[in-house]
């Protein structure tokens, strides 16, 4: 149950970056810097400080960002980036390359 919590937090947090802040909305990269510098930005860390609270699990994994990301993209289409719909058609055209092969 806990697991479930944290994941909607985390969803909650994407939607609100992505509400703020629309150059985020095509670049995961940038998105996940955000929100670790955010969840870092009251410890002055250094660069080596950062790896470390993210090899100790302190920060939330991109993945999880990434794929929350997507999620809160398919659900609120306001949230898309530009390089949105390109993007899925893209991976409709893999998908039929793919039954093909």
């Not at 970056?17 to 250094?46: C, G, H, S, V």
């Not at 990434?66 to 659900?75: F, G, L, N």
Request: charge should be positive.
């Amino acid at each position: 149950m806990e697991i479930i919590t944290e994941i909607k937090n985390i969803k909650e947090r994407v939607k609100e970056w992505l509400a703020l802040y629309p150059k985020l909305r095509d670049n995961d990269n940038k998105l996940i810097a955000n929100i670790w510098y955010n969840q870092m930005k009251n410890k002055k860390a250094t660069a080596a400080d950062l790896l470390q609270a993210l090899s100790d699990g302190k920060l939330i994994k991109p993945e999880s960002i990434r794929r929350c990301r997507q999620k809160v993209q398919e659900q609120n289409p306001h949230l898309r980036g530009t390089k949105y719909k390109a993007k899925q058609e893209q991976g409709n055209e893999f998908r039929d390359e793919i039954k093909e092969v």
